[in-house]
Each structure stands twice: as C-alpha cells, then as structure tokens.
C-alpha cells in the first residue's frame, strides 16, 4: 500500500464547477505540500500546509492531522487550471524527506 | 536567477550512454534532492544532499546512477549505461535549512533509446 492515495487519478470537469482532490496517508508528517504540474514536468509548490486550511485565490487546502486527510478544492474551475496535481508529504523526523502520491490528472472542459 | 534551474532540460540518450544532467538551486538552499518521476506516477525519492553531504543516497535504483554536490550547490545526476528503463522526469528541489517547503526545478526529461 502506499504512504500516500489520492483520490480521484483523473477527473474531468466543466468550467465553472467546485473541484476537491483528496490525499489520505499513512504515516507521520511535519507537513503536507499540494503540487501543481503542467505537461512539461515543471512542479510549481501550491500550498504547504501543517495544520486547518490555506486560501489562495480559487484554491483551498485543508488537512486534518487526526485523520491523515488533506484535500484540495478549485473553486469556479476555468480550463488554466488542468494539470496534474499531486499531494506530498514531508516524513516527520529525518531531514524533510518527502513522498508522493501519483497524482491527478484534472481537465477543464470550456 | 531566482528559481531552481536544470539543464539539459531535454536528453535523448542511447541506450549504453552515459548522461550527466545538473541542477542549479537558489542561493543558499542547504538541502538539495533529487526525484525521478515515470511517466504516470508520483515523483520517487533519489537521493538527498545537505550542504556537500550526501546524507541519503537510498532512492538510487541501481550503482549505475552517481549523484555529486562537490561544494554544497550546484549539483550532478550522473547515469552511467543508460537502459530503457531510466528513461523518465528528473527533479531536483531544494529547500533552506530547517524549512519543509522544498522548490522544485522544471525537470530534465530524459528518454533512452
């Protein structure tokens, strides 16, 4: 089983619609990163977050520590947004080595 | 520059071939890593410098693959007779002391012959 399940691989949604990735995992963290990649390999670091919730524009972030769940929302989705997005967590302990699920891969359909 | 470079940032290899693929951090990032990432999967850990320390060097696929940081900043992925099967994403990512948010370079995607 891996460290970290995401949830849905691939989704496909209108412009316009509410969009929530969800990331489970299944061991100790110090924090937990959401990543966005384009076709292309360039990772761009979304949000960083280690406990509630984090806003940025039409992106929302929550984790909950006690269940080991995090969750991205895209509000008002617009076809800029398809990418993959891929949930990451730094191991707690150590040096901040990170794992990470494999990712979704959104389409926003004009 | 203000980001983290990678360069090639495309490498066609044939098989048997030797590639060396670098990575250029922000200024005054200590931790430096590198991941591979297949098509279709999640980036997987390679190896992990701090400073011109190589602290952890487990993710290594095979001893085909050599990873150097020689004065705690730019780095080097070398892969020695390259297969089919190393052909995939190459990340490197560095973060500042004592910080979890690690920044991510564009990749050099290599494909091997």
């Known amino acids: 089983k891996n460290e970290v399940e995401q949830s849905p691989q691939n989704l496909t949604a209108q412009e316009g619609e509410f969009i929530t990735i969800n990331c489970s995992y299944s061991?100790?963290?110090?924090?937990l990163h959401w990543l966005q990649q384009h076709p292309g390999g360039g990772i761009v670091s979304l949000f960083m977050l280690s406990s509630g919730k984090k806003k940025h524009g039409r992106l929302i972030a929550t984790i909950n520590i006690q269940e080991k769940h995090s969750s991205l929302h895209i509000t008002a989705s617009h076809p800029r947004d398809s990418a993959v997005y891929i949930c990451a967590v730094v191991l707690s302990g150590g040096y901040q080595k990170v794992t990470f699920g494999i990712g979704t891969k959104l389409q926003v359909i004009p | 520059g203000a980001g983290v470079s990678q360069s090639p940032r495309y490498k066609v290899a044939k098989r048997g071939q030797d590639v060396a693929l670098r990575c250029d951090p922000i200024?005054?990032?200590?931790?430096l890593f590198w991941y591979q990432q297949a098509l279709g999967q999640g980036p997987e850990f390679l190896t992990y410098f701090q400073n011109e320390a190589q602290l952890d060097k487990s993710g290594l696929p095979s001893d085909r693959f050599f990873a150097e940081r020689p004065e705690g900043s730019v780095s080097t992925l070398k892969i020695q007779r390259t297969q089919q099967e190393d052909s995939a994403v190459y990340l490197c990512?560095?973060?500042?002391?004592?910080?979890?948010?690690?920044?991510f370079g564009p990749g050099t995607r290599l494909t091997v012959l």
């Open positions: 200024s005054g990032h200590v931790s």
């Open positions: 061991v100790g963290i110090s924090a």
């Open positions: 990512a560095g973060s500042g002391y004592a910080h979890n948010e690690q920044f």
